[in-house]
C-alpha cells in the first residue's frame, strides 16, 4: 500500500503560481509519481509524471508552466505550477503506481492505483 497527501492547494489570481506537495509513504518499491487535476464536470486528466529515473512528461496546456520534481529520497512529489490561468481551476491529485526506473511514462489515469484525497486549485481571471 501507498499512502498519499497533498498539501499547497489555494486560491489565486491569474498569472500567479503555486506549489502542490504530495508526501509519499508506505511501500518502498520503486514508483511512477503523477499529478492528475479534475474541474467540474470534466473527466479526470493526467498533468504531469514522474519516473524513478527523473524523466518527465506534461500534458500539453501546462508545458513551459508546470514543473513536477521529487525529493532525492522520492518521499516527496511537487508540482510547482506558474503562470496560472483560469482554465487550470481543478481539484489536483497525487497518484503513485509501481514502475521500473526505465518504464514508459504515462498519464493514464487507469494505470495508477494509489491516489490522495486531493488538493482544491482555483484561480480567477
Known amino acids: 500500500q501507498v499512502h498519499l497527501v497533498e498539501s499547497g492547494g489555494g486560491s489565486v489570481q491569474a498569472g500567479d503560481f503555486l506549489r502542490l506537495s504530495c508526501v509519499v509513504s508506505?511501500?518502498?518499491?520503486?514508483?511512477?509519481m503523477g499529478w492528475f487535476r479534475q474541474a467540474p464536470g470534466k473527466e479526470r486528466e493526467g498533468v504531469a509524471t514522474?519516473?524513478?529515473?527523473?524523466?518527465?512528461q506534461y500534458v500539453d496546456p501546462v508545458k513551459g508552466r508546470f514543473t513536477i520534481s521529487q525529493d532525492s529520497d522520492k518521499s516527496t512529489v511537487y508540482l510547482q505550477m506558474n503562470s496560472l490561468k483560469p482554465e487550470d481551476t481543478a481539484v489536483y491529485y497525487c497518484?503513485?503506481?509501481?514502475?521500473?526506473?526505465?518504464?514508459?511514462?504515462?498519464?493514464?489515469?487507469?494505470?495508477?492505483?494509489?491516489w490522495g484525497q486531493g488538493a482544491q486549485v482555483t484561480v480567477s481571471s
Open positions: 497518484a503513485a503506481r509501481q514502475c521500473a526506473g526505465r518504464a514508459l511514462l504515462s498519464l493514464w489515469t487507469h494505470e495508477y492505483g494509489f
Open positions: 508506505g511501500e518502498t518499491y520503486p514508483r511512477c
Open positions: 514522474i519516473n524513478p529515473d527523473g524523466r518527465t
